[in-house]
């Protein structure tokens, strides 16, 4: 493949050693060049002074639209730089700034940038140190920011603070449909803000809620929420910590809503009387497509009520049950009536 190919397609620099001296090299070409859409520079080691070669071309690019700089040491420096290159530039649209020990303060200049930005959709601070002050941040740029569609903050030390911050913005904001908050430790009392905004959130569709150390409690009020939103389609609760009576709240929620089609509960000590709850539930559900209990200490016990339930429930095509001790016969049935619903007849 030529070199001008190359430039025209996207470029791909993953896993070398190009250095700060590397990026200005790669920075001087994009002065010129006016083709290349996508830059992946993923742990380069290319460090806040990398960053500011690649900033300073962002402020007169037209071309690039996506940049991925994850695993780089940018630090709060690299990321001021690059916020203020966000406040000129008007073409990229995906930015990837995963593992760079980001804090607040590198935070709260990107999310000044997005107060201004108009071409951003996709930002993504996961693996960072950003906090609940970072989150406030970012909160206060999504109730004025009209592009933003995903925010990927996994593993970002946000906590129930963060949360709240990040849910009262969601009354605000309308543009962003995908939240990711896995592995943020926000428990019930975080749970319970995001539960609260989904009550009036009319564009948020995914919201990942991995790894949050969410009881019982916090399943409630999600489920509540469930009840009244019209958006969400996807719901991941990984890893938790719901319980049979998180399942029962999640069940009496499938009853009534019309909208949600993937609901991740694995990892969950949900047991056989939790599915039971669930398997009442896909009775009267007719959305959900999608539902992944893998993991969950059910045996044929509970695995009976769900081939139940999936005799009359036509809409269900995939379910996880992953890890469960669950009995070849039953295991038959269920992959019987999922094909069934997957093929229409």
Same mark, same amino acid.
Request: net charge negative; hydrophobic share 40%.
């Given at each position: 493949?030529?070199?001008?190919?190359?430039?025209?397609?996207?470029?791909?620099?993953?896993?070398?050693?190009?250095?700060?001296?590397?990026?200005?090299?790669?920075?001087?070409?994009?002065r010129h060049n006016t083709t290349l859409t996508t830059l992946d520079l993923g742990n380069n080691r290319i460090?806040?002074?990398?960053?500011?070669?690649?900033?300073?071309?962002l402020q007169h690019n037209t071309t690039l639209t996506t940049l991925v700089l994850e695993s780089n040491v940018?630090?709060?420096?690299?990321?001021?730089?690059?916020?203020?290159?966000?406040?000129?530039?008007?073409?990229?649209?995906?930015?990837?700034?995963r593992f760079n020990k980001i804090e607040d303060v590198g935070t709260q200049h990107l999310a000044d940038a997005?107060?201004?930005?108009?071409?951003?959709?996709?930002?993504?601070?996961?693996?960072?140190?950003?906090?609940?002050?970072?989150?406030?941040?970012?909160?206060?740029?999504?109730?004025?920011?009209?592009?933003?569609?995903?925010?990927?903050?996994?593993?970002?030390?946000?906590?129930?603070?963060?949360?709240?911050?990040?849910?009262?913005?969601?009354?605000?904001?309308?543009?962003?449909?995908?939240?990711?908050?896995?592995?943020?430790?926000?428990?019930?009392?975080?749970?319970?803000?995001?539960?609260?905004?989904?009550?009036?959130?009319?564009?948020? @569709?995914? %919201? *990942? /809620?991995?790894?949050?150390?969410? #009881?019982? =409690? +916090?399943?409630?009020?999600? $489920? !509540?929420? &469930?009840?009244?939103?019209?958006?969400?389609?996807?719901?991941?609760?990984?890893?938790?910590?719901?319980?049979?009576?998180?399942?029962?709240?999640?069940?009496?929620?499938?009853?009534?809503?019309?909208?949600?089609?993937?609901?991740?509960?694995?990892?969950?000590?949900?047991?056989?009387?939790?599915?039971?709850?669930?398997?009442?539930?896909?009775?009267?559900?007719?959305?959900? @497509?999608? %539902? *992944? /209990?893998?993991?969950?200490?059910? #045996?044929? =016990? +509970?695995?009976?009520?769900? $081939? !139940?339930? &999936?005799?009359?429930?036509?809409?269900?095509?995939?379910?996880?049950?992953?890890?469960?001790?669950?009995?070849?016969?039953?295991?038959?049935?269920?992959?019987?009536?999922?094909?069934?619903?997957?093929?229409?007849?």
């Open positions: 493949m030529s070199e001008h190919s190359i430039w025209q397609i996207g470029y791909s620099l993953q896993w070398n050693e190009i250095g700060v001296v590397g990026a200005q090299h790669l920075a001087d070409g994009l460090g806040d002074v990398g960053a500011q070669h690649l900033a300073d071309v940018i630090g709060d420096v690299g990321a001021q730089l690059l916020a203020d290159a966000l406040q000129h530039n008007t073409t990229l649209t995906t930015l990837d700034l997005l107060q201004h930005n108009t071409a951003l959709t996709t930002l993504d601070l996961s693996h960072n140190e950003l906090g609940p002050i970072g989150a406030q941040h970012l909160a206060d740029a999504l109730q004025h920011n009209t592009t933003l569609s995903t925010l990927n903050l996994w593993y970002s030390r946000v906590r129930d603070v963060g949360a709240q911050h990040l849910a009262d913005a969601l009354h605000h904001n309308t543009t962003l449909t995908t939240l990711d908050l896995g592995s943020n430790r926000i428990g019930d009392v975080g749970a319970q803000h995001l539960g609260d905004a989904l009550q009036h959130s009319t564009i948020l @569709t995914t %919201l *990942n /809620l991995q790894k949050n150390e969410i #009881g019982d =409690v +916090g399943a409630q009020h999600l $489920a !509540d929420a &469930l009840q009244q939103n019209k958006t969400l389609t996807t719901l991941d609760l990984w890893d938790n910590e719901i319980g049979r009576v998180g399942a029962q709240h999640f069940a009496d929620a499938l009853q009534h809503n019309t909208t949600l089609t993937t609901l991740y509960l694995d990892n969950n000590r949900i047991g056989d009387v939790g599915v039971q709850h669930l398997a009442d539930a896909l009775h009267h559900n007719t959305t959900l @497509t999608t %539902l *992944n /209990l893998a993991n969950n200490e059910i #045996g044929d =016990v +509970g695995a009976q009520y769900l $081939a !139940d339930a &999936l005799q009359h429930n036509t809409t269900l095509t995939t379910l996880d049950l992953g890890g469960n001790i669950i009995g070849a016969e039953v295991k038959h049935v269920i992959s019987g009536c999922l094909e069934r619903n997957k093929s229409g007849t």
